[in-house]
């Protein structure tokens, strides 16, 4: 209870920023895995991309979806998706093929009613072609550019460039897992998933600004004057005080969506949703991931490619090591490092102000007034 209660009030003091090649080197070998699958194995696109036609039918009673998909086969035609949409007496067979003619449209419909038992009327049929699947295909990809261009250019307005460019970082990340995952696992791509892709794009970009909005509070004036803290040290404080907040939003994200996964889609066998939970709860996970271990640590990279930042970490660290009896310092310094180095500061502040006081009075009075002793 206690390690809850100090998430709730942001005084963990996890250290996320000096370990950072290590989320580096993990991340790295996601990216490849995803990258190498999208290359070698490619995706599975549904009818409304690459073109097809699609049979829908009511589920007769004792009939199961591998006798349907049979029934198709056995006209000569392999079947590329079978789903079961609905439920009780609303459930429904459907099942995807490539393009056909007018007449193999017609055998298969036939052999259909046939195997399973139910009039020729009652069995549905649509026809997608290829072209429209490429104008929803163009016209998404001109939507994400828009996007990650308007994101990019608020972020660059709002904090600063390099905020920008580890947040626009961030989001690609979260593009390529996403994306390397459906190809893995082979689910197919559909409509659906393009828009459950924008949505998780939005949500790891607000979980990324959170993060920078705190991490901007905590620098601001941090090379004015003589702090003891470095970027990389704040930038670690603004991690830890956002992370409950970053845990909540993913928790109450994550269960209605894991729901619609595991409980729709695999449970009760509802495969028209399995295309959009799977892109939101992989979503989801990973922009979490990303604004916590990747997003903060690359901006800290960023940041202190800067010389008056690299200037500032190398005095901390001399100062650290002093008033620490020469222990050395180091970025994402400890909690009783920051709490001595921030102590060190404040009776150095003291000693100024009381010195700046003294020489204030000396120029009125011509003296330095004594200072009485008081009984004890």
């Given at each position: 209870?206690?390690?809850?209660?100090?998430?709730?009030?942001?005084?963990?003091?996890?250290?996320?920023?000096?370990?950072?090649?290590?989320?580096?080197?993990?991340?790295?070998?996601?990216?490849?895995?995803?990258?190498?699958?999208?290359?070698?194995?490619?995706?599975?696109?549904?009818?409304?991309?690459?073109?097809?036609?699609?049979?829908?039918?009511?589920?007769?009673?004792?009939?199961?979806?591998?006798?349907?998909?049979?029934?198709?086969?056995?006209?000569?035609v392999a079947v590329q998706t079978a789903q079961i949409a609905g439920s009780g007496g609303q459930q429904k067979y459907v099942i995807k093929t490539e393009e056909l003619t007018a007449d193999k449209t017609d055998q298969i419909?036939?052999?259909?009613?046939?195997?399973?038992?139910?009039?020729?009327?009652?069995?549905?049929?649509?026809?997608?072609?290829?072209?429209?699947?490429?104008?929803?295909?163009?016209?998404?990809?001109?939507?994400?550019?828009?996007?990650?261009?308007?994101?990019?250019?608020?972020?660059?307005?709002?904090?600063?460039?390099?905020?920008?460019?580890?947040?626009?970082?961030?989001?690609?990340?979260?593009?390529?897992?996403?994306?390397?995952?459906?190809?893995?696992?082979?689910?197919?791509?559909?409509?659906?998933?393009?828009?459950?892709?924008?949505?998780?794009?939005?949500?790891?970009?607000?979980?990324?600004?959170?993060?920078?909005?705190?991490?901007?509070?905590?620098?601001?004036?941090?090379?004015?004057?003589?702090?003891?803290?470095?970027?990389?040290?704040?930038?670690?404080?603004?991690?830890?005080?956002?992370?409950?907040?970053?845990?909540?939003?993913?928790?109450?994200?994550?269960?209605?969506?894991?729901?619609?996964?595991?409980?729709?889609?695999?449970?009760?066998?509802?495969?028209?949703?399995?295309?959009?939970?799977?892109?939101?709860?992989?979503?989801?996970?990973?922009?979490?991931?990303?604004?916590?271990?990747?997003?903060?640590?690359?901006?800290?990279?960023?940041?202190?490619?800067?010389?008056?930042?690299?200037?500032?970490?190398?005095?901390?660290?001399?100062?650290?090591?002093?008033?620490?009896?020469?222990?050395?310092?180091?970025?994402?310094?400890?909690?009783?490092?920051?709490?001595?180095?921030?102590?060190?500061?404040?009776?150095?502040?003291?000693?100024?102000?009381?010195?700046?006081?003294?020489?204030?009075?000396?120029?009125?009075?011509?003296?330095?007034?004594?200072?009485?002793?008081?009984?004890?």
């Amino acid at each position: 209870m206690n390690i809850l209660r100090r998430l709730y009030r942001g005084d963990t003091n996890v250290n996320f920023i000096a370990p950072r090649k290590r989320w580096y080197i993990a991340s790295g070998l996601l990216i490849a895995i995803c990258v190498g699958s999208m290359a070698l194995k490619g995706f599975t696109f549904g009818i409304e991309f690459s073109g097809g036609n699609s049979f829908v039918v009511t589920s007769p009673a004792n009939t199961t979806l591998k006798q349907a998909s049979a029934a198709v086969e056995s006209a000569g035609v392999a079947v590329q998706t079978a789903q079961i949409a609905g439920s009780g007496g609303q459930q429904k067979y459907v099942i995807k093929t490539e393009e056909l003619t007018a007449d193999k449209t017609d055998q298969i419909k036939q052999a259909l009613s046939q195997k399973l038992g139910i009039p020729f009327g009652e069995v549905t049929d649509s026809a997608v072609s290829s072209s429209w699947g490429s104008q929803i295909t163009q016209k998404g990809l001109i939507a994400l550019a828009a996007f990650l261009v308007l994101v990019t250019a608020y972020i660059w307005i709002v904090f600063e460039q390099k905020m920008a460019i580890a947040a626009l970082a961030a989001l690609v990340h979260d593009l390529v897992l996403t994306a390397g995952v459906y190809s893995l696992i082979g689910f197919e791509v559909t409509p659906s998933t393009v828009i459950g892709l924008l949505t998780i794009l939005g949500f790891s970009l607000y979980d990324t600004v959170v993060v920078f909005d705190k991490v901007q509070e905590n620098t601001r004036g941090l090379l004015s004057g003589q702090s003891l803290r470095d970027y990389a040290q704040m930038a670690n404080l603004a991690v830890n005080q956002t992370i409950m907040r970053s845990i909540n939003t993913a928790v109450i994200s994550l269960l209605p969506v894991g729901g619609l996964l595991f409980v729709g889609a695999g449970l009760l066998g509802v495969g028209t949703l399995k295309d959009l939970a799977l892109v939101l709860f992989v979503g989801l996970l990973v922009g979490t991931y990303s604004s916590i271990f990747l997003a903060t640590p690359w901006l800290v990279d960023l940041k202190e490619r800067e010389p008056r930042y690299a200037a500032l970490k190398r005095r901390v660290a001399t100062v650290i090591k002093a008033e620490s009896g020469g222990r050395a310092g180091y970025v994402g310094a400890s909690n009783e490092e920051l709490v001595a180095a921030t102590s060190v500061e404040a009776d150095r502040d003291a000693t100024m102000n009381a010195s700046s006081a003294a020489t204030r009075r000396r120029g009125r009075h011509g003296r330095v007034p004594s200072v009485k002793r008081g009984r004890h």
